[in-house]
């Protein structure tokens, strides 16, 4: 509660007490039952008056420490790649709501359920994209990166290690480093129950014609062959990954999402890659759209 509030109401009441004195003194026919009666009544009334203070005085606490908490957690889930900046504009209107100096006690309650309803959310997102995290470490071990990509985990698998220059045939490379993720994946009941998409990327050299005819068709081609590999059977001519094949699709992007510059030759390594995407549970997809309600 500001100063300027809680000084304004204890000069109402200060001011209200001898103003009820004079006028029973004035009042020479009153009752001693009746002098009674009115102080039991002002005494009542202020004590209602300390006991809503103090109400008001808890919540604003309480308020202010969930408003830490709700800030600090979209930064560390911003900060890992984690979108929410549109999630919060709700909350923005009624922390502007609840600074004001004639916000009521039930208007600052709200907003303090509103708060912790909101931190709840935000730390459930936290922790199934932490846990999700923990489990694919293992692919970082394998020098493969990882990280958050539109609110979808990402496995990044370097083009120039899958193929060849112009071409969607998987290299000898590329076949094992696919394995060893196939085998990541197979090991935890968890990832091998979760539906994925393998993403293929290119740079923003366009092709001389040759049978893709342009970006579009080489990402998706070899999107498709990633796929195919991860889906057959270990033990068919030329190995394979062994996963379910109904939980796997696969797109090509071209050169519309690249993760670096496309003006120099690091960077368009970079570009041209193939992501594995771990699509979002329907817990996932209902914690982030919670927050937006």
């Known amino acids: ?15 209200f007490l001898p103003a009820l004195i004079a006028s029973l003194s004035l009042g020479c026919g009153y009752s001693e039952e009746e002098w009674k ?4 009544k002002y005494n009542r009334l202020q004590s209602q008056h300390q006991t809503t203070e103090g109400r008001l005085a808890q919540t604003q606490k309480e308020l202010e420490a969930e408003q830490a908490k709700v800030a600090e957690l979209t930064k560390q889930l911003e900060a890992a790649g984690i979108d929410i900046s549109k999630l919060n504009e709700n909350l923005q209107a009624t922390s502007t709501k609840v600074s004001q100096l004639s916000s009521t006690l039930e208007e600052r309650e709200k907003a303090l359920a509103e ?46 290690v899958l193929f060849d220059s112009g ?7 590329g076949k094992e480093i696919l394995v060893k993720v196939a085998t990541v994946v197979r090991n935890d009941p ?24 342009d970006n579009w068709g080489l990402s998706l081609m070899r999107a498709r062959e990633v796929l195919l590999f991860l889906v057959s059977p270990p033990d068919v001519k030329g190995g394979g990954g062994g996963l379910p094949a109904a939980k796997w699709s696969a797109a090509g992007f071209a050169e519309t999402d690249p993760v670096a510059t496309n003006d120099t030759d690091e960077g368009r390594a970079k570009n041209r890659r193939c992501d594995l995407i771990v699509v979002p549970s329907v817990e996932e997809m209902l914690d982030l759209r919670a927050i937006t309600q």
């Open 115 to 160: 708060f912790k309803a909101r931190a709840r959310q935000l730390e459930q997102i936290k922790a199934r994209f932490e846990t999700l995290k923990k489990k694919l470490d293992e692919l970082t071990k394998l020098g493969l990166a990882v990280n958050i990509r539109n609110n979808r985990m990402v496995i990044s698998l370097p083009g120039d």
């Open 37 to 40: 009666a009115q102080l039991d």
């Open 190 to 213: 968890s990832l091998l129950q979760r539906y994925y998409q393998v993403a293929g990327h290119t740079d923003n050299k366009p092709l001389a014609g040759g049978q893709f005819r």
């Open 167 to 173: 071409r969607e045939s998987l290299k000898k490379e």
């Open 1 to 15: 509660m500001h100063p300027r509030v809680l000084k304004g109401r204890r000069t109402a009441f200060a001011a």
